[in-house]
């Protein structure tokens, strides 16, 4: 899998109710939770790397260093981008960075590794909770 450092990609969503703060238990707080946030940012990178995946495999996060700049309400749309900084075997290296229809709301780094046989790196974790 050959993706060459600078690549990028982009993703939307609109906030909604069920993805702010509010929704995640911090009553009242009705903005983007960082959670989805950082969600939204994961979803760049893989979008970045997911169309030269071979068949079977997938990418999973293994670090998120991220800081979030700025609120966003409900019904406003977040761009996410990630652009590929370096790769160095299984591992891949992003600058991530997001803006609502009026700020930069987030910027940070993101670590993705390739997992080759994603069926078999699912088995073994099922069987850490005995299932």
Same mark, same amino acid.
């Given at each position: 899998? %050959?993706?060459?450092?600078? @690549?990028?990609?982009? =993703?939307?969503?609109? *906030?909604? /109710?069920?993805? #702010?703060?509010?929704?995640?238990?911090?009553?009242?707080?009705?903005?983007?939770?960082?959670?989805?946030?950082?969600?939204?940012?994961?979803?760049?990178?893989?979008?970045?790397?997911?169309?030269?995946?071979?068949?079977?495999?997938?990418?999973?996060?293994?670090?998120? %260093?991220?800081?979030?700049? @700025?609120?966003?309400? =409900?019904?406003?749309? *977040?761009? /996410?981008?990630? #652009?590929?900084?370096?790769?160095?075997?299984?591992?891949?290296?992003?600058?991530?960075?997001?803006?609502?229809?009026?700020?930069?709301?987030?910027?940070?780094?993101?670590?993705?590794?390739?997992?080759?046989?994603?069926?078999?790196?699912?088995?073994?974790?099922?069987?850490?909770?005995?299932?």
């Amino acid at each position: 899998m %050959e993706i060459k450092a600078g @690549a990028t990609a982009e =993703v939307i969503i609109t *906030v909604t /109710a069920d993805r #702010t703060a509010d929704a995640m238990g911090n009553r009242g707080v009705k903005v983007l939770a960082t959670p989805f946030l950082v969600g939204l940012l994961e979803n760049a990178c893989h979008a970045v790397v997911g169309p030269h995946l071979p068949p079977g495999a997938g990418t999973v996060g293994t670090m998120v %260093e991220m800081r979030h700049l @700025a609120p966003t309400p =409900v019904g406003m749309n *977040v761009r /996410a981008k990630a #652009t590929l900084l370096e790769t160095n075997g299984k591992r891949y290296l992003f600058a991530v960075e997001a803006w609502d229809d009026k700020d930069k709301i987030a910027e940070g780094k993101h670590e993705r590794v390739l997992v080759l046989d994603m069926e078999k790196f699912l088995e073994r974790a099922m069987l850490k909770g005995g299932a």
